[in-house]
């Protein structure tokens, strides 16, 4: 059987009315509870103040220490599972650590004047709205490594002072829109260690003052849109390490002209695109460790201009080439430790790089190569360490080393002979001075394992010569001598004929004028004349003795080129 129409639509209204009595009615009754609670607790706080002496305004825990004078309370480990509520009414730090608290209830509104509160490392699981309103002075809340599942808007009104917010090792998953909108003057919010892989882009909303922010050791898998990052234009920390990102698209940084320090770290990194660092020219420190990275970002590095210090260990790269960091004038300090695949470091790899101070190239197990100009051209260079790789010898010329102030090559398998005696130098001159130097401890031969290299003498280590500057002279001797012997070999080859004709002239003149002599009286000046003129086709016939008209013995010569023969009976 069918009511009528007007009956259902009167039971319908009579239910709504009923509900809505009793919603009025539970508000009202949540209401008076709240006031009831308030009030009773003003009671008890007066009562407390009026009846409790002035030498003993609180009644401290066992598991706690408390100090009226400097109103401070700290309790360390212990079992308490609640706030207490006897402590002095007028605390200003207030820190229960490592504890069982799994709520904060009503007690908390006792201590209105609080300036810090540490909750940390307790079993908060649910952080009621409005929990900390009375808490107006409040400047710093930690609620690091409880159970904290969800936070609101609502969650942290009242907390208008607020300059540091520790959310950090919590069970955290999204950030909802205007969640930490009511704290306009939070400077550090440190979310990192939680599950988060939703962020509202407007969840930051409000946060103008905001100068660091953690959000590492979650799970986004992209990096937080531009739009999210536009609501802390003051940022100046970002870190954003231990997530999934793969990849930093392009200009994903672009609002963020402040920024300082860039923490990336573990960030599962592939690749970075080439402008995916514009914007950040204000930029000091990067952090690019523990990636997947098979290429230095050359590219997206050159437009950090300013940046001082870059961590790029525990990538995926084999080979740090020419100019690897090319555009980083101002880089200071380097560390590429614990590259499994690095093998070799080439010439003019920080060519760019002419301000730094600090290398560090360790751990990285197959480095054997480090190129003789590798670190050329770096005058500020003073702090190398080279340790725990795989290199067996060094250049002496790889880096002015006598400008050194820290050099470790420690658990490297060096080849200790006379190719390192420049090294040896080095370790004893440095090691007698202010500067102390890492000894560095050799692999072979044989009699030297294990011994550390400063201690063998030049002749142990296979050098004829005890001083390397004698080495040097022998050496610039022994060019000189052989370029000069090769100039005179060469010039003599190019002018031999010359030689041989001079030679040959000044033979043929000598006997020409002894012949000369022989025959003075016996030639008349007109073939005299005619013998000078022809002094190479003189030549000695056998001689026919004759006698002369001084009684001499004489000895004909040969015609002259067709002049007659003198006969004997014209004498």
């Known amino acids: 059987m069918k009511l009528p129409t007007t009956k259902m639509s009167t039971q319908e209204n009579q239910m709504k009315t009923t509900t809505a009595v009793a919603r009025t009615r539970q508000k009202h009754d949540t209401r008076l509870q709240n006031f009831s609670q308030f009030t009773i607790s003003i009671c008890l706080m007066t009562l407390y103040m009026l009846v409790t002496p002035a030498a003993a305004l609180a009644n401290c825990p066992s598991s706690c220490q408390c100090d009226d004078d400097t109103l401070v309370v700290k309790c360390g480990e212990g079992t308490?599972?609640?706030?207490?509520?006897?402590?002095?009414p007028f605390l200003q730090r207030l820190v229960i650590q490592s504890n069982k608290i799994k709520t904060i209830d009503s007690s908390l509104q006792f201590y209105a004047e609080l300036l810090f509160l540490d909750l940390s490392y307790n079993e908060l699981v649910t952080l009621p709205m409005r929990t900390f309103q009375f808490q107006r002075k409040l400047q710093e809340l930690h609620l690091n490594h409880n159970k904290i599942g969800q936070i609101s808007n609502m969650t942290f009104v009242g907390l208008g002072a607020l300059t540091?917010?520790?959310?950090r090792g919590n069970l955290l998953a999204e950030l909802e829109q205007g969640t930490f909108?009511?704290?306009?003057k939070i400077e550090e919010l440190n979310l990192g260690q939680n599950r988060i892989n939703r962020i509202d882009p407007r969840a930051f909303e409000g946060l103008l003052n905001l100068r660091t922010l953690y959000l590492d050791d979650n799970t986004l898998t992209t990096v937080p849109a531009p739009t999210i990052f536009q609501a802390m234009p003051n940022l100046a920390e970002l870190y954003l390490g231990t997530n999934s990102f793969t990849t930093i698209p392009g200009k994903a940084f672009i609002d963020l002209k402040g920024l300082t320090r860039l923490d990336l770290r573990g960030a599962g990194l592939h690749n970075i695109s080439a402008d995916a660092m514009k914007g950040l020219e204000n930029l000091r420190y990067l952090d690019l460790a523990d990636n997947r990275l098979e290429v230095i970002p050359t590219n997206a590095l050159g437009h950090l201009e300013r940046l001082e210090e870059l961590l790029l260990g525990q990538n995926d790269f084999e080979i740090i080439g020419s100019g690897a960091f090319a555009g980083m004038k101002q880089l200071r300090k380097l560390e590429i430790t614990g590259a499994q695949r690095l093998r070799s470091v080439q010439n003019g790899a920080f060519n760019a790089n002419t301000n730094l101070e600090h290398l560090n190239l360790s751990s990285n197990k197959m480095l054997q190569d480090v190129q003789e100009h590798a670190l050329s051209g770096l005058p500020h260079l003073r702090h190398v360490i080279l340790k725990e790789n795989d290199l067996r010898t060094l250049a002496e010329g790889l880096i002015p080393w006598s400008g050194m102030q820290t050099l470790d090559l420690s658990d490297n398998p060096i080849i200790?002979?006379?190719?390192m005696l420049w090294l040896r130098n080095l370790l004893?001159?440095?090691?007698?001075s202010s500067d102390k130097l890492v000894d560095v401890m050799c692999l072979s031969p044989e009699p030297m394992r294990k011994e550390p290299l400063s201690q063998f003498s030049p002749?142990?280590?296979?050098?004829s010569h005890t001083d390397t500057s004698h080495q040097a002279l022998i050496v610039v001797v022994v060019v000189v001598t052989t370029a000069t012997i090769t100039g005179l070999a060469l010039l003599i080859y190019g002018c031999r004929r010359r030689i041989r004709e001079s030679l040959k002239g000044g033979w043929g003149n000598s006997a020409l004028g002894r012949k000369e002599r022989e025959y003075h009286k016996t030639c008349s000046d007109e073939e005299y004349m005619t013998r000078q003129q022809h002094p190479c086709s003189l030549s000695i016939q056998p001689t026919v003795p004759y006698t002369s008209s001084s009684g001499y013995n004489m000895h004909p010569t040969q015609p002259y080129m067709g002049s007659r023969s003198i006969p004997v009976t014209e004498l």
Do not use: Y
Not at 80 to 88: A, E, K, Q, S
């Open 80 to 88: 308490l599972d609640v706030l207490p509520i006897t402590l002095n």
């Open 416 to 419: 200790c002979d006379c190719q």
């Open 459 to 463: 002749a142990m280590l296979g050098c």
């Open 164 to 167: 540091v917010l520790n959310l």
């Open 181 to 184: 909108a009511k704290m306009s």
């Open 428 to 432: 004893v001159s440095k090691n007698s």
